[in-house]
């Protein structure tokens, strides 16, 4: 399929709360969300935690750029375009590892600290006189056009355009700061490593889906009926796992009452009042941890902000309670990796791990009882919005004109839809705006 990339076409793709099936399936508009959409937000890269020494690296790809976050020398968190400058190669190709005191291009062995600045290349003689000190060469390892690290959590920008970072997440940050807190040091350490998926599906299916509160009622009934059931006749079940599966029978009324809010910037809170996380049993002694470490007044904000998921748009989704990032890495028109960390709150109870642990394995491992539910219905939409018939995608429940003005907004009803259509009002906003000189 060749789909026109020119400002009224695209122009048409968002449309009264309805979305035009090529932004799905289309693979030109995919390149222009990599170009539009995806190098000029943040994007969430990976936690400090991953990389505890100097010369710790770990590798992955951001908007189809290879990238390198690494410990440098001073303590800081670097994050490093994973290409020599001299002919292009990767400096690395493991996951994940320790660079040592410098990064060695495996080509032609040009080295370069652990901040990017080129340190030596091979036969330097040969380049004297050539006006090599004046070229891109010599400045060594590209470098995003903004990294931000809060709260250990490490973010990229790979473009020079594009809003600050406390502009772009504005209070969606607040999301991050309650998951620290819920340290009582302050401080989160990854759990390992992560469970990772790919699935057939266009990105945006999967991001709706984090906000569609109607879908689990009829989605995941047998999941839901199953848990109830099993703790019915086994009563030595992990009563854990029971604690996690069973809300997602909650009926309709209940997302009716949880309270959402959508922000600037496509970021959005489902659940600001409560979620089938509130009521998650306490643990002993963890909030008078919490009372000492922050103060009561704090420790109760931290404890009362469950929210059931915070979207940090374009590709990050968290869970306070069980303490949950998940990542979105498009990686084609049809095709998503989905990642799934957990975290343990340093000074927490191990049981803050262990529950996240589980929630991971029982909800988003892509055999669980719950995922593959979801997984299945994606990569059938996938394949279905490319038949005839109607055209276009329909997130119209509660749909209001004036909220097109909107950005801020708070309002009960977890069933509207308004929180999806303030992704595609950003979505829609970045893909209009053509690129300008690159750096």
């Given at each position: 399929?060749?789909?026109?990339?020119?400002?009224?076409?695209?122009?048409g793709l968002?449309?009264?709360?309805q979305?035009?099936?090529?932004?799905?399936?289309?693979?030109?508009?995919?390149q222009?969300?990599?170009?539009?959409v995806?190098?000029?937000?943040?994007?969430?890269v990976?936690?400090?935690s991953?990389v505890?020494?100097?010369?710790?690296?770990i590798?992955?790809?951001?908007?189809?750029?290879?990238?390198?976050m690494?410990?440098?020398?001073?303590?800081?968190?670097?994050?490093?375009?994973n290409?020599?400058?001299?002919?292009?190669a990767?400096?690395?190709?493991?996951?994940?590892?320790?660079?040592?005191?410098?990064?060695?291009c495996?080509?032609?062995?040009?080295?370069?600290?652990?901040?990017?600045?080129?340190?030596?290349v091979?036969?330097k003689?040969?380049?004297?006189?050539?006006?090599?000190?004046?070229?891109?060469a010599?400045?060594?390892l590209?470098?995003?056009?903004?990294?931000?690290?809060?709260?250990?959590?490490?973010?990229?920008?790979?473009?020079?355009?594009?809003?600050?970072?406390?502009?772009?997440?504005?209070?969606?940050?607040?999301?991050?700061?309650?998951?620290?807190?819920?340290?009582p040091e302050?401080?989160?350490?990854?759990?390992?490593?992560?469970?990772?998926?790919?699935?057939?599906c266009?990105?945006?299916?999967?991001?709706e889906?984090?906000?569609?509160?109607v879908?689990?009622?009829s989605?995941?009934?047998?999941a839901?009926?199953t848990?109830?059931?099993?703790?019915?006749?086994?009563?030595?079940?992990?009563?854990?796992a029971l604690?996690?599966l069973?809300?997602?029978?909650?009926?309709?009324?209940?997302y009716?009452?949880?309270?959402?809010?959508?922000?600037?910037?496509?970021?959005?809170?489902?659940?600001?009042?409560?979620s089938?996380?509130t009521?998650?049993?306490?643990?002993?002694?963890?909030?008078?941890?919490?009372?000492?470490?922050?103060?009561?007044?704090?420790?109760?904000?931290?404890?009362?902000?469950?929210?059931?998921?915070?979207v940090?748009?374009?590709?990050?989704?968290?869970?306070?309670?069980?303490?949950?990032?998940?990542?979105?890495?498009?990686?084609?028109?049809?095709?998503?990796?989905?990642?799934?960390?957990?975290?343990?709150?340093?000074?927490?109870?191990?049981?803050?791990?262990?529950?996240?642990?589980?929630?991971?394995?029982?909800?988003?491992?892509?055999?669980?009882?719950?995922?593959?539910?979801d997984?299945?219905?994606?990569?059938?939409?996938?394949?279905?919005?490319?038949a005839?018939?109607n055209?276009?995608?329909?997130?119209?429940?509660?749909?209001?004109?004036?909220?097109?003005?909107?950005?801020?907004?708070?309002f009960?009803?977890g069933?509207?839809?308004?929180?999806?259509?303030?992704?595609?009002?950003?979505?829609?906003?970045?893909?209009?705006?053509?690129?300008?000189?690159?750096?």
């Amino acid at each position: 399929m060749h789909y026109r990339t020119d400002a009224e076409a695209v122009a048409g793709l968002v449309s009264k709360g309805q979305i035009h099936r090529d932004a799905y399936i289309s693979e030109e508009i995919f390149q222009l969300e990599q170009e539009r959409v995806f190098a000029r937000s943040w994007l969430y890269v990976g936690h400090a935690s991953q990389v505890p020494q100097a010369g710790d690296y770990i590798t992955l790809e951001l908007a189809g750029s290879p990238v390198i976050m690494i410990r440098h020398s001073d303590g800081s968190v670097r994050v490093l375009i994973n290409r020599c400058a001299h002919k292009g190669a990767s400096i690395v190709s493991r996951p994940q590892g320790n660079a040592g005191r410098m990064l060695r291009c495996p080509y032609h062995a040009w080295c370069y600290k652990t901040d990017g600045a080129l340190l030596a290349v091979s036969l330097k003689a040969g380049y004297k006189d050539t006006g090599f000190e004046a070229s891109a060469a010599a400045e060594g390892l590209s470098v995003p056009g903004g990294v931000e690290t809060y709260r250990g959590f490490v973010f990229a920008r790979l473009s020079r355009q594009g809003m600050s970072f406390r502009e772009y997440f504005g209070e969606a940050l607040g999301a991050l700061d309650n998951m620290a807190d819920r340290s009582p040091e302050g401080e989160l350490q990854i759990a390992g490593s992560c469970i990772r998926s790919v699935i057939r599906c266009n990105w945006k299916m999967y991001l709706e889906n984090i906000n569609d509160t109607v879908h689990p009622i009829s989605t995941h009934e047998s999941a839901s009926a199953t848990a109830q059931q099993v703790g019915e006749e086994f009563l030595e079940i992990n009563p854990t796992a029971l604690e996690q599966l069973l809300p997602f029978g909650s009926g309709y009324d209940f997302y009716t009452k949880m309270g959402a809010r959508t922000l600037p910037n496509g970021h959005s809170i489902l659940g600001t009042k409560f979620s089938i996380h509130t009521d998650y049993s306490d643990v002993p002694g963890y909030q008078e941890s919490l009372e000492q470490a922050h103060g009561k007044e704090r420790a109760r904000e931290i404890l009362a902000f469950s929210p059931q998921n915070v979207v940090l748009y374009p590709s990050l989704a968290t869970k306070g309670s069980p303490q949950i990032l998940r990542v979105l890495r498009p990686l084609a028109a049809n095709l998503t990796q989905l990642e799934v960390w957990a975290f343990q709150p340093k000074g927490a109870p191990a049981i803050m791990l262990e529950r996240g642990l589980t929630y991971s394995r029982l909800v988003f491992s892509p055999m669980s009882v719950v995922s593959h539910d979801d997984v299945h219905l994606f990569e059938s939409q996938q394949a279905s919005l490319a038949a005839a018939g109607n055209p276009w995608v329909n997130l119209q429940r509660q749909f209001d004109p004036a909220e097109q003005e909107q950005g801020d907004c708070r309002f009960e009803d977890g069933n509207n839809e308004l929180v999806m259509r303030n992704q595609y009002r950003a979505w829609h906003a970045l893909l209009m705006q053509p690129m300008g000189a690159q750096a």
